[in-house]
Structure formats: C-alpha cells, structure tokens
C-alpha cells in the first residue's frame, strides 16, 4: 500500500529497509526545517503571526467563564480593541462575554493598595508619596469582550495547513493500524463535536484505564483527517507520560512532525505542517537531538504498523 511522493524512494528490499528509512526520514527532516525557516521569513507568516500575538492567553478562571459563556468562542478581545486593532466591529445585539480583568495602579509598596485604598486602610506607611510608587496588580474588574464571531469587518489572516492528496485508503488503515498501538479510534461527526477548533484529540478512558481514546472530526477532505489522526496517534505513543505544560506544548510540534513524515510516506503533502512548526521553541543541542530521535522513531513505528 505504502507510496511515497518521491518515487525514487522505495522500502521494498527486506534487508536495506531499515537502513533507508533511517536515512530517508532524516532527510524529510531536514527538509522540514528548511521548510520552517522558510516559512518564518515569509511575510504572510510575519502577519499572522502579529495578528496572533494581540490576542492574549487568559487565565483558567477567565477561560473557564469564556467557555460558561460561549463555549464556541475561539478569539476573543474588548469592543475598542476590535475597533482599533483590526478594524472590526461589534455587531448590534451581541451579548457580551464577561471575564476578570487586571487593574494594575500604583501600589503601596507595604500593604500593597492603590492609593485610595491606602488611605482607607490601617497601613502607616509614608516613606514615599504614592506618586513615587511603583504600579503593581492590586485588583480585577469585571470586563467585557466579544468573540470574532460576533464582529464583522476586516478578515483576520489564515494559514492553510490542511494536508491534500489520496487518502481513501489510508484512513481505513490507520483505525486498523490503531487496535495494533493499543488505541481506540472514533471518527466523530462535526455536529456532535464537541472539542471546538480542534481537528482531533487523545485521551484516556480514566485515571486507571491508560488506553488512549483517538476522537477526530469528520471532514470530506480524507488527507486532512489521515494526517489528523497520525498526529494524535503520535500523541498517544509520545505524550502520554508528560505532565508538564510547558513540555506538553513543545511536544505537540514532536507529533506534528510525525504527521507530516508518516503523512508524506503515504503520498499525501504535508507541506503546510510548516507553518505550524515554524512555531517550535528554542532548545539546546542536545534537547533538539532528543526530539528529532524521538519523531524519527515514532514516525518509523507508524509507517511500519500501518503498512503490515
């Protein structure tokens, strides 16, 4: 079943096969790189990038009280900031999403208020004038923000990354591949999604029952959802183990590559996987080789399962 977009390349011959695929993924993964690098020079990157970078990360409280609120909301910002930052406006009618706002004053350097309740309070402190204070968070306010659902106007720009190509049979053998890894897969349709933007997820049963649940939402574009579910094939055989967010975060690069090597195997570009990844934190040497070692493994175990 297994074609390549290259057709030089070929996996056929028992005893090179390993050797090749070593060699062969490495240099798709070089390829990757240069794809980053050039994607991040690119000016319609620099702009989304700069679109992205205005709207903020929230707290939990405040993400739990968008999604109380508007559970489909996925890029939200004050009526102003619609109006001055990207030239969109809020429709009449729409109800507004209340969240916590920092209100950041000047603050007592001892009993930490503002200025006005410094005065009110029981703190002797007088060493400076509250002029001279430094300012500092001493409160939240209830503050209102609409998603970009909401608003009408300019578009903000988008980077396609859906990966195209024949994959009718490619899907099918990804849920076979699946009971092999140890996973269950479910191809859940878009009106019963209920994981917002995402294209797929994986997770587990329970806190004892580690068997990962793959879940994807159905699309007519069969490449797209291949390359989904590798990349949350990826996680389940990665990321299980990785508690800490901020490695979480840099992982999901780990699985993306993995989609896009496995994805580009089975003949289906992937190039878009580049603006993505164009995302990827700095490391050190030895943490990039790490995770390079990593998704050449994993993309290695993928394609060897789903071609038997």
């Not at 000047?106 to 309740?117: G, H, L, T, V």
């Not at 389940?236 to 994805?263: M, N, Q």
Request: aromatic share 8%; proline share 4%; with cysteine.
């Amino acid at each position: 079943m297994a074609t390549t977009s290259d057709p030089s390349v070929s996996f056929e011959e028992t005893d090179t096969r390993d050797g090749e695929m070593h060699s062969t993924i490495e240099a798709w993964i070089d390829e990757l790189v240069d794809d980053v690098d050039e994607a991040q020079a690119s000016d319609e990157f620099q702009e989304w990038l700069d679109v992205q970078s205005r709207f903020h990360d929230y707290s939990y409280r405040n993400s739990l009280l968008i999604k109380l609120q508007r559970p489909d909301a996925t890029k939200v910002a004050g009526y102003n900031s619609w109006r001055n930052e990207f030239d969109r406006h809020v429709q009449e009618g729409e109800q507004a999403i209340w969240i916590w706002a920092p209100i950041i004053t000047k603050q007592c350097p001892e009993c930490e208020n503002s200025p006005s309740y410094h005065e009110q309070s029981d703190c002797e402190y007088d060493e400076t004038p509250p002029k001279e204070w430094s300012e500092g968070l001493v409160g939240f306010k209830p503050t209102a923000v609409f998603d970009v659902s909401q608003t009408e106007g300019e578009p903000l720009p988008e980077l396609e990354t859906e990966a195209t190509g024949d994959a009718d049979d490619l899907v099918p053998a990804l849920k076979d591949a699946a009971a092999e890894i140890g996973m269950t897969v479910r191809i859940v349709d878009a009106a019963e999604w209920e994981h917002g933007d995402a294209k797929g997820v994986c997770k587990y049963r329970s806190t004892r029952d580690l068997q990962p649940v793959v879940e994807a939402k159905a699309r007519s574009n069969q490449a797209d959802l291949a390359v989904t579910l590798i990349h949350e094939f990826a996680h389940a055989l990665l990321h299980a183990d990785v508690t800490d967010e901020t490695e979480r975060s840099k992982r999901e690069v780990e699985a993306e590559a993995v989609a896009y090597i496995v994805g580009r195997y089975f003949g289906l570009d992937t190039s878009g996987s580049a603006f993505y990844l164009a995302a990827w934190q700095d490391d050190d040497a030895d943490a990039i080789q790490e995770r390079l070692g990593r998704i050449g493994s994993t993309a290695e175990e993928l394609i060897e399962t789903v071609d038997e």
